[in-house]
């Protein structure tokens, strides 16, 4: 059984800070690592995808592979009142059909 | 959401009761999977289909049954529904690209299921 783990928060940083969540996962031959997004009462959705060790940005977002510690982050720099939402970490399957393991998911709290 | 349409959006069933969630996607992706979601819990596998034709169980399929009726189409049966199945259901369509910026992943709105 595949795990992901994540811590449940909630994490609360002031707007404007760097807000960083982490995750943790058990099958080292993974190989794709996402992170959704997901509003309180709403749909998860895509925000990153990240695949090679190292870092990846996409604008005020930064995912983080390290395979060989078994760890994938989400830095949010700028935090903004509308980043408040819950991140679930997603690690997909290391070969044949695609299953994605999810994370409990950290609650992200910014404050004006 | 863009591209899955998942009905109905609520329903309250009594135990015992049957019915069918239903969940379609417009972006000819091969690969649709149903999760529920419980508080503190995250997305659980319920059962998902790798293409037309196939289905296969994942990490919590008892008491479900699926029909992956055509490409498009990926529906979700509670024969005999329990307490226990309360929950919020979530249909997905996901391709995974051999290059992240290749994967597509949408989400139905969900459905909020309460069985008394």
């Known amino acids: 059984q595949k795990e992901v783990e994540q811590n449940s928060g909630p994490l609360s940083v002031p707007e404007g800070a760097i807000a960083s969540l982490n995750c943790t996962y058990s099958?080292?031959?993974?190989?794709?690592f996402f992170w959704y997004r997901q509003y309180s009462g709403k749909s998860p959705e895509l925000i990153m995808s990240?695949?090679?060790?190292g870092d990846k940005e996409d604008g005020r977002f930064t995912a983080q592979l390290n395979k060989a510690s078994q760890y994938v982050s989400l830095l949010i720099r700028d935090s903004q009142p509308s980043d408040s939402a819950t991140y679930l970490c997603?690690?997909?399957?290391?070969?044949?059909?695609?299953?994605?393991?999810f994370g409990r998911g950290t609650s992200l709290i910014v404050h004006p | 959401n863009a591209g899955v349409t998942q009905t109905p959006k609520f329903q309250v069933l009594k135990t015992g009761q049957s019915m069918t969630l239903q969940c379609a996607q417009d972006?000819?992706?091969?690969?649709m999977y149903w999760y529920r979601q419980d508080p503190g819990m995250g997305l659980r596998l319920i059962y998902y289909?790798?293409?037309?034709?196939?289905?296969d169980k994942g990490e919590v399929p008892n008491g479900y049954n699926v029909s992956r009726l055509n490409k498009r189409e990926f529906s979700l049966r509670l024969e005999s529904a329990a307490p226990s199945q309360t929950s919020v259901y979530f249909c997905?369509?996901?391709?995974?690209?051999?290059?992240?910026?290749?994967?597509?992943?949408?989400f139905g709105q969900g459905t909020r299921l309460t069985v008394v």
């Open positions: 099958d080292r031959v993974s190989q794709s």
């Open positions: 997603a690690v997909g399957s290391s070969g044949g059909s695609y299953i994605p393991t």
């Open positions: 990240i695949y090679s060790n």
């Open positions: 997905a369509s996901i391709s995974q690209g051999a290059r992240p910026t290749n994967t597509e992943a949408f």
């Open positions: 289909s790798a293409s037309e034709g196939t289905t």
């Open positions: 972006m000819n992706h091969n690969s």
